[in-house]
């Protein structure tokens, strides 16, 4: 599955419910599962860490529901291979 599918899918499930909640309050969730995150990567099996980084996903894709961004589009500037890096003088 794309990203754009699924952030349609978290869209179509739980955008009233963000919209009500609005971007501030959906973003300290999303922050919410950022820390989560880092307490299984520390401490968590991998079943924990699994979970975590699809709630961090979920709650991402919320944020950019509610700010109108289309992730998908947003993550084509990752499409292309990077810029050569300038030489270090000897």
């Known amino acids: 599955m794309e990203i754009r599918a699924y952030q349609k899918t978290i869209r179509d499930a739980y955008f009233h419910k963000d919209h009500e909640r609005g971007l501030d309050g959906t973003f300290m969730y999303f922050i919410e599962e950022v820390g989560e995150l880092a307490t299984a990567l520390r401490e968590g099996t991998r079943e924990e860490q699994a ?8 709650w991402l894709l919320s944020v950019a529901n509610l700010a109108e961004v289309d992730l998908q589009e947003a993550m084509k500037k990752f499409q292309e291979p990077p810029p050569p890096q300038p030489r270090e003088k000897p």
């Open 51 to 58: 979970g975590e980084f699809a709630d961090v996903l979920a």
